[in-house]
């Protein structure tokens, strides 16, 4: 009987580590919780600029005086500054439609002092999943499995609402025209957006 009873606990305590497991590496909760982000175009193209400042004060050279600068001694300190360049101009923008999930809302590229960012616009409305990657195409053609030829750009940060993706220097804008929401756990395309 004993041996019946921890044959019992030792199957029941395996069948708990697989649903355990099985839950991590799938994530079903994933499709029914939104994770919502709410970044804006400004904070794109803010940027943080450390600017050097001198100042030099020139004493006699026959002055001792404690603290006092001496000739050719220049004290030099550093303040940051956070500056917010004028004007990102849209260069692409498109309409988000799901691939067998739900998906609304826009994507736009903005550039700006040779920087580009795509932006998923504050109507962004995908439906989550899990291990969710956005990703930029030269084609809409992902029908038989992962593109080969796109460019990565990172981890979805959430499936609702305005954030911002800074577009590397391999993006081209005459080449990548398609936006994609890829789940690469299920090699599936949840949303793609045409860009024109």
Same mark, same amino acid.
């Given at each position: 009987?004993?041996?019946?009873?921890?044959?019992?606990?030792?199957?029941?305590?395996?069948?708990?580590?697989?649903?355990?497991?099985?839950?991590?590496?799938?994530?079903?909760?994933?499709?029914?919780?939104?994770?919502?982000?709410?970044?804006?175009?400004?904070?794109?193209?803010?940027?943080?600029?450390?600017?050097?400042?001198?100042?030099?004060?020139?004493?006699?050279?026959?002055?001792?005086?404690?603290?006092?600068?001496?000739?050719?001694?220049?004290?030099?300190?550093?303040?940051?500054?956070?500056?917010?360049?004028?004007?990102?101009?849209?260069?692409?923008?498109?309409?988000?439609?799901?691939?067998? %999930?739900?998906?609304? #809302?826009?994507?736009?590229?903005?550039?700006? =002092?040779?920087?580009?960012? !795509?932006?998923? /616009?504050? +109507?962004?409305?995908?439906?989550?999943?899990?291990?969710?990657?956005?990703?930029?195409?030269?084609?809409?053609?992902?029908?038989?499995?992962?593109?080969?030829? %796109?460019?990565?750009? #990172?981890?979805?940060?959430?499936?609702?609402? =305005?954030?911002?993706?800074? !577009?590397?220097? /391999?993006? +081209?804008?005459?080449?990548?025209?398609?936006?994609?929401?890829?789940?690469?756990?299920?090699?599936?395309?949840?949303?793609?957006?045409?860009?024109?």
């Amino acid at each position: 009987m004993d041996v019946i009873r921890r044959y019992r606990w030792l199957v029941i305590g395996g069948l708990a580590v697989l649903v355990v497991g099985a839950f991590l590496a799938f994530r079903p909760d994933k499709l029914f919780v939104d994770d919502a982000v709410d970044e804006t175009l400004a904070e794109a193209f803010t940027t943080t600029q450390v600017t050097p400042v001198t100042t030099s004060t020139t004493m006699p050279a026959s002055s001792t005086s404690p603290g006092a600068s001496q000739p050719g001694d220049p004290s030099t300190t550093t303040s940051s500054t956070t500056t917010a360049p004028q004007g990102p101009t849209a260069t692409a923008t498109g309409m988000f439609s799901g691939i067998d %999930h739900s998906a609304t #809302g826009t994507a736009t590229v903005y550039e700006q =002092g040779g920087t580009s960012v !795509l932006r998923f /616009e504050d +109507d962004t409305d995908i439906q989550n999943g899990p291990d969710l990657y956005v990703w930029l195409l030269a084609s809409d053609n992902y029908d038989g499995g992962a593109p080969d030829a %796109h460019l990565d750009l #990172g981890k979805i940060k959430g499936n609702v609402g =305005g954030q911002n993706y800074e !577009l590397p220097g /391999e993006y +081209d804008p005459t080449v990548h025209r398609v936006v994609l929401v890829w789940c690469k756990r299920f090699a599936v395309p949840f949303a793609a957006a045409p860009l024109a």
